[in-house]
């Protein structure tokens, strides 16, 4: 080999490592945007699994038409430089334009009705209005489909660039590209997973904007000979770069400001955890000497604090009641510590609470260690934290309180195999609004926390609501039938945050109503039950289970409960909120 095919080779290799390298960056980064603006669609609409499926799917089309676009550019080094900046413009600001255009659909009705002194009654919700909310809550796909035909035009124009410089036809170019391209993408999805989803989404697109853009002003500088119009891409990128630091410095800032747009009240306290978004929000009456706080995840309320002891009373206090003996407690879910303070009432020997967020838990627990308040942050959080502590009077203070963070469908199985019976189980999860929660509404799920249960014992279960989802409330008691409990029955009760809400109580014995019809009163006060006012609960409409035979089961991987929830929820609601 002469000494100018050696150089010439040395320098196609050099190309490669960096023409591959590019490419699984950019890669990573088009895996991310496309987890990013899933991730928040999913938030906005409400309807996780249709969103986030939705949305890569059409990302995906999106990207085989960007692909063929690309044969119509004829410079593809000038292309590839200009693309990138325009990604990296996309990703960084797409979320934050999604979440004003929704905030101000959102206020738009009521900023009207306050201009023109129009009456609540007659706020406009329909017409114009009804379209431009429509729209603002489509946005999402609107963007996910120009950034998925912006990201299909990368691999055939880096293809071309790799060939430009080679001056030949590569055999194996494209399988050459698309094997970086799979890589930078498993590679993005682990990042994803370990890094992006604890961050905040503002604070996720403006890493991997960075990254993006990075990438892009390198090949621009690597390669500036051969793309035309240097100076003005050079600008474009310089441009790009200072949007993307003042979404840096200030993106969460008015990120926050938005989102806090679309709650009626002021959101005191947000944060993302490794799992899911929760907010605090807080709000002043006169007749109240406390401020009312309002708990969300992901956008849906879990409890407010002028009517959670409803809600949480009627979890626990009939399971409670109804068992032969309280002394061990198992509460599945209730990261909150609010059904624990009610199950601590009742003097319990010990209580086991599994909740798969330590980051939850910890916001309900004082924070007053140094490792707590150093996990704090902020004299904020922690002042927020006292009050959680407080609504939940301390619960997770007490010794008799075990916490384990897991996965509850694992968990199960963990304490089967160590012995461990419960007296008492309360599952306090929400609402079957995605797959993954499904499974723990299922008769295999219920059927290992029936083996956890002693033969005296009692489950109550949260139900969701028998007025707007009333399929997946009847399925949920058939589900507890399947699995093995020989006495199920159901009860429901008003919480005015929520409307009309169900929950299901199962034994292996004695029937839970005529076991509460022994009572005289209850045995703990209660700020609200009433020893009548639970078992009158049980009464439903006269045609409520019209169709019970006709509604299935949800036996583990059919998802029967989180498709009967859905739908009733998009037909009853327009999209899930609760």
């Known amino acids: 080999m002469s000494a100018d095919a050696a150089v010439r080779g040395r320098q196609l290799f050099v190309h490669d490592v960096f023409l591959i390298g590019i490419m699984a960056v950019l890669a990573a980064c088009g895996l991310i945007y496309e987890y990013l603006l899933s991730h928040y669609a999913a938030r906005i609409l409400g309807t996780v699994e249709a969103a986030i499926y939705t949305m890569i799917g059409l990302m995906i089309v999106s990207m085989g038409l960007g692909a063929f676009a690309a044969r119509l550019i004829r410079e593809p080094f000038t292309a590839f430089a200009f693309l990138e900046s325009a990604i990296a413009c996309l990703g960084a600001a797409s979320v934050l334009m999604i979440a004003a255009a929704v905030a101000f659909s959102a206020q738009l009705p009521q900023v009207l009705a306050d ?19 429509q729209f603002a809550r489509l946005l999402p796909y609107a963007f996910g489909i120009v950034v998925g035909f912006l990201i299909g035009m990368e691999i055939p124009l880096i293809a071309r660039v790799r060939e430009q410089l080679y001056g030949e036809h590569l055999e194996h170019n494209i399988g050459t590209i698309y094997g970086a391209d799979y890589i930078g993408a498993g590679i993005g999805a682990a990042i994803w ?17 960075s990254a993006n853009l990075l990438a892009g002003l390198i090949f621009l500088l690597r390669y500036r000979q051969r793309i035309g119009r240097f100076p003005l891409l050079l600008l474009i990128h310089g441009l790009v770069l200072v949007l993307i630091l003042i979404m840096a410095q200030t993106g969460d ?19 993302s955890s490794h799992y899911q978004h929760f907010a605090l929000t807080e709000r002043y009456l006169a007749s109240r000497s406390e401020p009312v706080y309002g708990f969300f995840l992901n956008g849906r309320l879990q409890f407010s604090s002028q009517d959670e002891h409803i809600y949480h009373g009627m979890l626990v206090y009939p399971a409670m009641m109804v068992a032969d003996q309280v002394r061990r407690v198992l509460i599945i879910g209730g990261g909150d510590g609010l059904a624990l303070r009610d199950v601590l009432r009742f003097d319990p020997e010990q209580v086991t609470l599994v909740d798969l967020d330590a980051a939850l838990t910890e916001f309900f627990t004082a924070g007053d260690s140094s490792e707590s308040s150093e996990a704090a942050g902020s004299e904020q959080r922690q002042y927020y934290q006292r009050q959680m502590a407080h609504l939940n009077q301390h619960s997770f203070d007490d010794p008799r309180v075990e916490v384990i963070h897991n996965d509850a469908f694992i968990e199960a199985d963990r304490l089967l195999n160590e012995g461990r019976r419960y007296d008492v189980i309360l599952v306090d999860l929400p609402d079957p609004s995605h797959p993954d929660l499904d499974r723990l509404y299922s008769d295999y799920f219920y059927h290992r926390l029936g083996q956890l249960l002693t033969t005296q014992g009692a489950l109550a279960v949260q139900s969701t609501s028998p007025f707007h989802a009333r399929k997946a409330f009847i399925s949920i008691g058939k589900t507890l039938s399947a699995a093995g ?3 199920v029955e159901q009860y429901r009760q008003n919480v005015p945050s929520f409307g009309e809400w169900g929950w299901s109580i199962a034994t292996h014995q004695q029937p839970a109503r005529k076991t509460l019809m022994g009572y005289n009163e209850l045995p703990v006060a209660h700020p609200w039950l009433t020893r009548d006012l639970l078992i009158a ?30 739908e009733a929820w998009q037909r009853d609601m327009g999209i899930y909120q609760n």
């Open 115 to 133: 201009t023109f002194s129009l009456p609540p009654d007659l706020v406009p919700r329909g017409g114009m209005i009804a379209s431009l909310n």
């Open 193 to 209: 997973v370990s890094i992006m989803l604890s961050l905040d989404i503002t604070e996720a697109a403006v890493w991997t904007a």
């Open 253 to 271: 800032r008015w990120m926050r400001i938005m989102t806090n747009m679309l709650y009626a009240d002021e959101v005191v306290f947000d944060h």
């Open 485 to 487: 409990f020989s006495q």
């Open 537 to 566: 609960a049980f009464e439903f409409p006269a045609d409520f289970y019209r169709d019970r035979d006709d509604i299935s089961v949800n036996n583990l991987g059919t998802n029967t409960i989180f498709r009967y929830h859905s």
